[in-house]
């Protein structure tokens, strides 16, 4: 007998695990082609023997692009009201966007041109970057506006959020452990050939998780919300001038781009530190993801946690731990030795859970930011709002890994030693991951702790107000059709 | 909430109390040590780089001194540095002859003394309690340096033998120990069918390596007195002399210098060349090889009036230059290799067993740097805690691992794997 769909009251399927499923699955996607971007450095400065301030520079160039290219794909999309797509429009965008990424990933790290003169080595990481970068947008800009549209419930949208740190934490840890016990040598150099290989069966396997999500993920809100009749038109430096009056989304956006100063910019100088100061890369990736454990544990009470003290509270908490953890990482005496090993996985293990209490609701922080943008200015602007914390963080993930990079210059990272520093170098390294992961840990207690302000109590109020205008403005369209009827 | 949040707060105070505990080096005055270069941290792959890892680890403070070469100068390090009451002294030798004045002085203010990555006499080691030697054992190092000696002559054969009399006339800078093992262990392979070598006239004969003269081998142990010895034999006969041994890379670069003064083994084309086979200490060759790079000479440019054949042979010198130039490039650090993948070739820079020629280094990589490095740091170690100088430094045969470490008395040999071309 054939099992029978449970419906809402809109006729819609009622919200459920394969909703959660299928936003992770899209994460998951999502980090599959973003997953290796931590790679690229150590790729293009130790074996394409790119100079390493040149790469913190192109890295720079190309950030330029992504900063016009986010908010441009994020107007499209918002103005994209016209036109119907079968699925909607999110799922249409990233759909295109999925197909691009089964090579734009590999592109990233083409291998022939090691040897080739270093303009059209410069030529080859500019136009693989931007390729990949295109199509990322395309699918991850309208990914994030998906939450906002799938439920309107907060406990949803709470699952939802935790659903999506699943999905990333899966792709991102995957290849995280895998990796480099593949694409390193037993000196803890790094293979290029394999790295290239290892892109194009990500992008098969997100290009899989893309259709999964696509396939499973049903519309329940909808996607062009106009809250006054009169419809407004358009104004980016307006959209601009409210997303800076949004503290809830300055506030996520800030502990966002902390979260990836540690996460993208200390990301090369931790592969440093692995490959010189413990020389053993290859262990890297089970280090960072016996880190994850207390994520992990944490997922599945997220939403109990949140129900009970609050996301703000909750993640607040967080960045205090990963401040405390960060602290003495920074301090205490990490040797190069297992000893050492053992105290920088306790303190990454603390500072984790920190940051991954934050990571769990983040998204559906910016999901409520979305709500607040609609609750005081009478927008939702989702795709703009969204597309700016993502030009935000994007910029942490552009700008700090090229800072860092020219940091680890100045403190005598050399390219041409490759895998092997001297132990000098070695040992800064092991400073500046620390010193980046109080940093970003810094950050993230400043964007929750001072500058987001929806509470526990705030939000309840909001979304209180913005059920009542809606409904209410259900009823009157509702009231509307009925007299145009007549 | 309050309550989980002091927890925390709590748990993560006694782990920064737990973890800062212990904090601050282990001795109270420095640590001396002496290379016999320069004594700067270069490259990454050298024994000064892995030193200061160990010592790390270690938590011993120190301070790096540099003899550049210069016997005098690092008995006089070593002398400042008891002066001024080191907590131990570590000494990499400019020459094994200066090691018994620096025992001498240290023992009268009971300061331990360990020599590393220098063959030193063992009576002098055993001299005074508180001296260890750490170093290569030494007969895997005759053995990787006598089979790759063999290697090189059935391969050079009809370029080596210049006085063409069948046999190679060489000569020995240093102790003697390692080059007479090393000699043996290439004559055993000479004497086998497989290293029969090819004469000018075609003959298949069992070549064998003979002293040049066995009155004046080993009587030369400092880098400077052993490229004027070689400069003396030149002089006398430049074709007396098919092949050199030292066991120190600053006596071959001494000995280089004395060859190159007579016009061989230089980087030009059709150079004369004698091959030294020796044992590194040194790391830096980076600039001393680059700096020898083949140049495009200013008399192959061509000029006016020069005739067809002339510009043909030059445009050909030209080209073999470059050859030699884009070859010098990819190879100039290693030919032979043992526990050295080929993608660390560019790298790869520090050599224990060399061979010079043509004014191009090659070499073999058998050094575990890290495994003396960390020997000589416990051995420090130990003496600061007043434990016994060599608690827990033999290790055990481990699979995957390069080198294991054998204590004998107050030796201490790193031993390496069996080489494998």
Known sequence: ?486 | MKRIVSLILIALLTLSVFIFTGCGAINKSEVSILWSGDGEVKVPNSLINSMDRAMYIENISYVHYGANGDAAEQIKQAKAAIDKGCSALLVELVSPMSALEIVNAAKEKDIPVVFFNTLVDKAVVESYDKCVSVFSAIDTVADVQGQIIADYVKANFKKLDANTDGKINYVAYGTGVISTAAVKKANELLATEDYTVQTADKKKINTSIVFYDSTNIFSTLAPIAAGKAQAEIMEKDEKAIELIVTESDLVALDVLCALQDKDYNTNKLNTHFIPIFTVGEEADYKAYVLAGRPEIPSDLIIKDGDSDKVIKQKNKDIKKIAELKEYYEKNVYLVDLTYVNESELDEMIYTTINVIDSGRISGTVIADNDTIAVSVAKIVRNFIKGNGALDGIASKVKDGEVATVVVEGSIVSVRYKAYTK
């Open chain 1, 1 to 486: 007998m054939k099992k029978k769909k449970i419906l809402d009251a809109n006729g819609k399927r009622k919200f459920g695990i394969v909703d959660s499923l299928a936003y992770a699955a899209g994460d998951f996607g999502c980090n599959m082609s973003f997953a290796l971007k931590g790679t690229m450095a150590i790729f293009w400065t130790q074996f394409m023997r790119m100079d390493s301030i040149l790469y913190a520079g192109l890295l720079i160039l190309v950030q330029i692009w992504d900063a016009i290219n986010d908010p441009l794909i994020g107007t499209i999309i918002d103005n994209d009201k016209k036109r119907k797509y079968k699925r909607g429009k999110f799922l249409a965008y990233i759909w295109l966007g999925s197909l691009g990424l089964l090579v734009a990933g590999a592109l990233c790290f083409i291998p022939w041109v090691k040897n080739s003169e270093p303009l059209v080595k410069a030529i080859v990481f500019v136009a693989g970057y931007i390729l990949w970068d295109a199509f990322y947008t395309i699918a991850n800009v309208p990914y994030g506006s998906l939450l906002s549209v799938i439920s309107n419930d907060p406990a949803d949208r709470a699952s939802l959020s935790a659903w999506r740190s699943i999905g990333s934490m899966i792709g991102n840890m995957v290849p995280m452990v895998i990796l480099p016990m593949i694409i390193y040598d037993s000196n803890n150099n790094i293979i290029g050939e394999r790295v290239f290989i290892a892109a194009l069966i990500m992008g098969v396997a997100g290009f899989i998780a893309f259709q999964f999500m696509i396939r499973n993920t049903v519309i329940r809100v909808e996607e062009n919300v106009t809250v006054s009749e009169a419809p407004q038109k358009f104004n980016v430096i307006k959209a601009m001038g409210n997303f800076m009056k949004n503290r809830p989304a300055v506030g996520a956006t800030v502990a966002a781009m902390g979260m990836f100063i540690g996460m993208q910019a200390a990301t090369t100088a931790v592969t440093v530190m692995f490959q010189s100061y413990f020389k053993n890369v290859a262990i890297s990736g089970i280090v960072t993801m016996f880190a994850m454990i207390p994520i992990v544990a944490f997922t599945p009470l997220a939403r109990k946690f949140v129900v009970k003290y609050g996301k703000k509270e909750l993640s607040v908490v967080g960045a205090i731990c990963s401040v405390v953890a960060c602290a003495i990482m920074l301090l205490a005496p990490i040797t190069p030795d297992g000893k050492g090993l053992v105290i920088y996985i306790l303190c990454q293990l603390i500072n984790s859970l920190g940051m991954g209490v934050y990571s769990t609701v983040s998204w559906s922080m910016m999901g409520d930011a979305i709500d607040y943008n609609e609750w005081k200015f009478g927008t939702r602007e989702e795709g703009t709002v969204y597309s700016l914390h993502s030009f935000f963080r994007k910029l942490a993930q552009g700008i700090g890994p090229s800072l860092a990079l020219v940091i680890m210059v100045a403190l005598g990272y050399s390219e041409i030693n490759a895998g092997n520093q001297l132990f000098s170098v070695a040992l800064n390294m092991r400073y500046l991951v620390a010193a980046l992961y109080l940093f970003a840990a810094v950050m993230q207690f400043i964007g929750l702790a001072l500058i987001y302000n929806l509470d526990k109590k705030t939000l309840a109020r909001m979304t209180a107000d913005l059920n009542a205008l809606h409904g209410a403005n259900a009823t009157e369209s509702a009231e509307n059709g009925e007299a145009d009827a007549q």
